[in-house]
């Protein structure tokens, strides 16, 4: 799949966004080896830490559906719904994207004029990855 149509899933998932607090809405569409895309969008919470970002919310419903491979992510945000620059996955969700995800993966910014690429290697350097913990296992 192009990143401008993974894009363009990620600007639909914005139109879900629950962000009553910040009015900053952010959407994201993971995609899997396989082809399968999965949407994802921030959902606020009036204590703030509850808050789950959009990454998070498309990997955690890839997870729960059983997949373990992917390849991108596009992500894409901006005050109420429009999209306003370029909203960088948070530190949690580039450390969730390491729990499954190779140095190689890219991650497709949408900023309302084109996008920006990276991969996760280069958002997260010397990133903790599970492989370090004693007693890891793949099979898990």
Do not use: W
């Not at 192009?2 to 910040?22: G, V």
């Not at 910014?109 to 492989?131: C, I, M, R, V, W």
């Amino acid at each position: 799949m192009s990143p401008e149509k993974l894009i363009e899933q990620a600007k639909e998932a914005m139109l879900h966004a629950y962000a009553p607090y910040s009015g900053y809405k952010v959407g994201a569409a993971l995609l899997c080896a396989d082809g399968t895309v999965y949407q994802g969008c921030n959902i606020e919470n009036a204590a703030y830490g509850p808050t789950n970002c959009a990454e998070r919310t498309a990997i955690f419903k890839a997870v729960y559906d059983g997949h373990r491979d992917f390849v991108s992510i596009a992500v894409c945000g901006g005050k109420d719904g429009a999209i306003t620059g370029t909203f960088p996955p948070c530190g949690v969700c580039r450390q969730v994207m390491r729990e499954f995800c190779q140095d190689d993966f890219l991650i497709y910014l949408a900023d309302g004029n084109g996008y920006k690429t990276a991969t996760l290697a280069e958002l997260l350097p010397h990133s903790f990855q599970p492989e370090v913990l004693n007693g890891y296992s793949t099979s898990v």
